[in-house]
């Protein structure tokens, strides 16, 4: 619990309600884990004294309550200073007197405090701040201009502390009652539906990436031990019943037992996932699959986009030649060179069209892997070509250093320009001021595995990846941009994993990237 609420404090260190939220869990801690310790002591002094710091810790919880619920609505807070006097005033007379706390008398759990001559007036204060704690509550949700967020978080925690309230059923042995303080029970519940709050409705503003993860795993360890408790205090009745001591034999009876409860820890476990997560662990790895799949189609779609931009000005120019000569023809169809001229330059930038316009569709359509013998260098130059307009928009100057003029390789066309175009959109976004963009190509001998490979760098000036990055920026979903989604450079990844090559980067912040790829000769 002390975790939790520290980890509150440390997501939001500056809120008030964070610290309020912590003072009410370090309360609980004083209160559960001093108590704790004194059922297993013998020493009376002792004991008494636990017991007088310990009820220290419960006069705070009304104090931490009625804080946290003012800072909540925003109200009231003069009695903060009111509560504040009477927690300091209790815990003076707590361990100075026996007015509140008058011995111990032990019971068949252990030893526990008895009430003193005052006792029933420090309830009615403890139980008067936790009421005006709530009337605040009640107030502040029945206000009608309250935003949606606001009243669920009201709700949720107004629930929370009338669980939390069931744990003054522990005040009832202070009276020389015999009844098992379960006060961690609700005291466990509230921090439950706080955590059910945080998730859901945003409760104290933490962030929802540690949120949700942190969350889950106190909510399964508090079942856990929740679950836990149980069989070994149903062993422990029937150890009661039957009176066998013998070690072995509670081994093996714990262990009937608990076999016999794993259904109903499984289905435990299954309504924290619907509650907490909406699904199963089945149906949200089968989601995150058809959204990985809908995040790739989307960044192939822009990768298209961007395709069919740089076309669109290929194609202009053809256009532009073939409106030249449609001009002329009016006053030139008698003249049978023009005519000639017409048809060898009209059909030939016609083609140059057809061939675009193939080039996209076949990019644009899923496919296998289609091998084929490519000049990488011609390649990345119709790449290129793709992105003039950006090149020229961003003041972008393109170098480049092909050892080869015919560096060929076996690859899939429409892929590996898919792969080019990604590194240098990525690089002109890293550039937005401008810069230089370097792409060199070489074959290197790998005397490891005696292969030859082509080697392709794309090398930029722009502002870098930060190192801790760069072994996560081929990780889907991985993104430092503000609207990216994180797959460009997994797609880049997989394809070239799909030729059997390598891809990895090289950078320094301010200076600039360098992705490297080789690629198999075959």
């Known amino acids: 619990m002390i975790y939790f609420g520290i980890f509150v404090i440390n997501k939001n260190p500056k809120s008030s309600l964070s610290f309020a939220f912590l003072l009410i869990c370090l309360s609980c801690v004083i209160w559960l884990f001093l108590y704790s310790l004194t059922y297993n002591l013998k020493d009376e002094k002792l004991i008494i004294l636990l017991f007088k710091i310990a009820y220290c810790g419960i006069t705070f919880i009304p104090v931490s309550i009625l804080f946290y619920i003012t800072i909540f609505v925003n109200y009231c807070k003069k009695f903060n200073f009111i509560s504040l006097i009477y927690g300091i005033i209790s815990s003076y007379l707590i361990l100075k007197s026996d007015y509140l706390i008058n011995g111990v008398k032990k019971y068949f759990w252990g030893y526990y405090p008895l009430a003193g001559i005052f006792h029933p007036v420090y309830l ?102 929740i679950y836990l408790s149980i069989v070994i205090l149903i062993e422990r009745i029937f150890q009661g019943i039957l009176g066998y001591r013998s070690l072995l034999i509670s081994i093996i009876f714990a262990s009937v037992i608990a076999l016999i409860f794993i259904p109903l820890k499984n289905k435990i476990q299954s309504f924290i996932d619907r509650v907490f997560l909406g699904k199963t662990p089945e149906q949200i790895a089968r989601e995150n699959e058809l959204l990985k799949q809908e995040l790739m189609r989307s960044e192939k779609l822009k990768t298209i986009a961007t395709f069919a931009s740089g076309m669109a000005h290929e194609i202009k120019n053809p256009l532009t030649a073939i409106k030249t000569f449609a001009e002329y023809l009016p006053n030139k169809k008698d003249d049978s060179d023009f005519l000639e001229k017409f048809s060898k330059i009209v059909g030939s930038e016609v083609e140059k069209i057809d061939d675009l316009v193939h080039q996209l569709l076949d990019f644009s359509k899923p496919s296998p892997l289609q091998l084929k013998e490519t000049n990488i260098n011609k390649l990345i130059d119709d790449t290129l070509e793709l992105l003039n307009n950006q090149f020229i928009k961003y003041n972008i100057k393109i170098s480049k250093d092909y050892s080869d003029s015919k560096m060929i390789t076996v690859i899939d066309q429409n892929q590996m320009k898919q792969v080019f175009l990604n590194l240098f959109l990525n690089s002109i976004e890293a550039m937005p001021k401008g810069g230089t963009l370097t792409i060199a190509t070489t074959n290197i001998r790998d005397n490891s595995c005696k292969k030859q490979f082509v080697e392709i760098r794309v090398q930029d ?8 990055d760069i072994p996560h920026i081929f990780e889907p979903f991985y993104t430092t941009k503000e609207k990216g989604t994180g797959l460009g450079l997994s797609l880049v990844y997989n394809i070239i994993k799909q030729h059997k090559g390598e891809i990895y980067a090289e950078s320094r912040i301010n200076q600039g990237s360098s992705f490297i790829i080789k690629l198999p000769i075959e």
């Open 124 to 225: 009615i204060f403890f139980f008067g701040f936790i009421l005006v704690a709530f009337y605040f509550l009640f107030k502040f949700v029945l206000k009608p201009n309250l935003d949606s967020l606001k009243r669920n978080q009201i709700k949720y925690v107004l629930l929370a502390f009338i669980f939390f309230n069931f744990a003054s059923i522990d005040f009832i042995p202070n009276y020389g009652i015999e009844l098992y303080p379960f006060g961690y029970i609700p005291t466990i519940l509230f921090l439950a539906i706080v955590a059910y709050a945080i998730v859901k409705h945003h409760l104290m503003d933490i962030n929802i990436v540690f949120r949700k993860g942190l969350v889950y795993s106190i909510l399964i360890t508090i079942f856990t031990v």
């Open 461 to 468: 000036t722009g502002c870098g990846i930060p190192e801790k």
